[in-house]
């Protein structure tokens, strides 16, 4: 991992540079590269403008590691209000929640009934409902509150981190659920001994994970997700899924707002579904070091935004 990637991740860990960032409005400022606003609205306002492209939409609140209760509930009920908003808006719009937003490290059980009245209701409304992967130790009841759900919701997809050796284990032993599986790099510091440490290797697990689900995909038994900005590594991919006679509507690209817009466009142009997650909220102090820490250049940004 790279000396600027690991000393963003470390700083993403600091309440007290939490605190310093979130007050400061040059920084505010510079997030918008990456979200339309902190309001929902405004995120449910730049989906209807990627739907006139064509692009479908995957919202997230922001925020995680909730340690109260009530706010763990007042989580569940945001996105309550926000899918009556999504049914409402005609959008080809889906929702992602993070487990320890709604109160994994609290209570096990407790995060899981609030997840399975969410997946209830975004079913009756016809989306998917997302369940994205945190750091290391939270894979384990990760996997366990997904087969819950899957067990009761068949509209319930999960995010997997090519970083990690264990992914293609833990794949192979979803596949029986007929999973919904968006692939993602990994955005976490992870150490050696449960990461691959080199970019390559991460690249090549990538690679093979996706080509897997590829071809499960042509036989129905698994619909994958493409989570990555990485133009060459897809165009391969999409090569891939011709050779396996995936359809077309068999897999799905999905891209972080604000990044690689022009290829998003592009690939919906040549007739892949694209959908584009937009974050909203006003915890984003956390997420947005992984951003930065993603491609360190994007400091720059930051100092832009601070020089006007
Ligand atoms: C839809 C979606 C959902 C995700 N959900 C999760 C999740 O649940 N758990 C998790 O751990 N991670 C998640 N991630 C983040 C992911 O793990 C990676 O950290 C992130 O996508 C960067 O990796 P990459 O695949 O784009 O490849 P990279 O090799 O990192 O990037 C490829 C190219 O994309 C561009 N790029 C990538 N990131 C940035 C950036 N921040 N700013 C500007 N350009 C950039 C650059 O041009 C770069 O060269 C998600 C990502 C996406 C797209």
């Known amino acids: 991992m790279s000396l600027g990637r690991t000393i963003l991740l470390k700083m993403a860990d600091s309440e007290f540079l939490n605190r310093q960032a979130t007050q400061r409005s040059f920084v505010k400022r510079a997030t918008r590269r990456f979200m339309p606003g902190e309001a929902p609205e405004d995120a449910l306002r730049a989906a209807q403008m ?37 049914a409402a808006s005609g959008l080809d719009g889906h929702v992602s929640v993070k487990p320890t937003q709604l109160g994994l490290d609290l209570s096990y059980d407790q995060c899981l009934e609030h997840l399975m009245v969410l997946a209830a209701r975004s079913e009756a ?15 384990d009841p990760t996997l366990k509150l997904y087969r819950a759900l899957k067990a009761k ?41 449960v990461a691959f440490p080199v970019k390559a290797d991460t690249n090549r697990s990538y690679f ?33 899924a011709k050779a396996h ?7 799905e690209i999905h891209m972080l707002y604000g ?18 997650l937009i974050s909203y909220g006003s915890a984003w102090y956390k997420w947005y070091m992984r951003r930065l820490a993603e491609r360190p250049a994007n400091v720059w940004f930051v100092v832009r935004s601070l020089l006007g």
């Open 125 to 139: 409304i016809g989306k998917t409902f997302w369940i994205d992967m945190e750091g290391f130790v939270y894979v």
């Open 259 to 276: 990044i690689r817009d022009a290829d998003q466009r592009r690939l919906r142009s040549e007739g892949r579904t694209v959908k584009t």
């Open 50 to 86: 990627l739907k006139a492209e064509g692009r479908g939409t995957v919202f997230t609140k922001l925020g995680e590691a909730i340690t109260v209760r009530a706010d763990a509930e007042a989580v569940r009920d945001h996105y309550l209000w926000f899918f009556d908003q999504l």
């Open 208 to 240: 093979d994970l996706s080509d897997r689900m590829l071809q499960a995909a042509a036989a129905g038994q698994c619909t994958p997700i493409l989570g990555t900005h990485d133009i060459p590594l897809l165009d391969r991919l999409v090569a891939r």
């Open 153 to 193: 919701h068949h509209n319930v997809g999960l995010a997997l981190q090519a970083y990690l050796y264990r992914t293609q284990a833990d794949l192979e032993a979803l596949m029986p659920l007929r999973p919904i599986i968006r692939l993602v790099k990994g955005a976490y510091a992870e150490p050696s001994s």
């Open 245 to 251: 006679g995936t359809p077309d509507r068999g897999y």
